[in-house]
């Protein structure tokens, strides 16, 4: 079964830091993986999505990666701001579309 | 345009009893997800619909739980006999296409909270 783990588990940084984000997962046989924000008492709200022929996307201050045969992803933001302050969730995909998420980072921008 | 809604925003319940959880959503997307997040965990798969018809309903955890979508639009999961343990929130989540091999974006909605006394 796919194990996706990401680290830290929770982030506090300082407003205006570059900050990094962490996702592995143990089964490279995906089609898909894509990066949720999800704020307290709110459904999940989708950032990036790479499909697996690809390295990368971004989206503002948003950069996604993704290196499959090593089973990694990883979510920069730059110039981190305190409406940032959300948990992040990193989630693979098999068959059908199911996704396989992790636990999620707990980040805080602290003005 | 509206986004995945989900019915009631919150559920309390008492072991035991029956609940129904509704879907609603984005209209036209033939795939929805049912997905069960406990505090502190990232959501789990429940089942997948394409069109009316349940294609994977591997994550339902037990015969406690079952979902319909009759008309391939809006969704209902059951949870019979509720335990405590059934606690949690319940997101739905809908998908333009959701076919095996194609990628698209999930929307998720904002979930049902159950809580069983």
């Known amino acids: 079964k796919q194990e996706v783990t990401q680290i830290p588990a929770a982030l506090s940084v300082p407003e205006g830091e570059n900050l990094v984000l962490n996702c592995s997962f143990t089964d490279s046989a995906i089609y898909n993986l894509q990066w949720f924000r999800q704020d307290p008492g709110k459904g999940l709200t989708s950032l990036l999505l790479?499909?697996?022929?690809?390295r990368e996307q971004t989206s503002g201050r948003l950069n996604a990666s993704l290196d499959k045969s090593s089973g990694r992803s990883t979510l920069y933001i730059a110039a981190s701001q305190p409406g940032d302050s959300a948990t992040y969730l990193c989630a693979v995909s098999g068959n059908f579309n199911k996704f396989y998420f992790g636990s999620g980072t707990k980040l805080n921008v602290k003005p | 345009g509206a986004g995945v809604s989900q019915t009631p925003s919150n559920k309390v319940t008492e072991k035991g009893k029956y609940v129904e959880l509704r879907c609603d959503p984005i209209?036209?997307?033939?795939?929805l997800y049912w997905y069960r997040q406990s505090l502190g965990q990232g959501p789990e798969f429940l089942i997948y619909f394409q069109g009316t018809g349940a294609a994977d309903d591997s994550g339902l955890p037990n015969d406690r739980f079952f979902a319909v979508r009759p008309e391939g639009s809006v969704s209902t999961l059951k949870i019979q006999r509720t335990e405590r343990g059934d606690s949690a929130v319940y997101l739905c989540?809908?998908?333009?296409?959701?076919?095996?091999?194609?990628?698209?974006?999930?929307?998720f909605g904002p979930g049902t909270r159950l809580t069983v006394l």
């Open positions: 989540a809908s998908s333009l296409r959701g076919l095996a091999g194609l990628t698209d974006t999930q929307y």
């Open positions: 790479i499909q697996s022929s690809q």
């Open positions: 209209s036209g997307h033939t795939a």
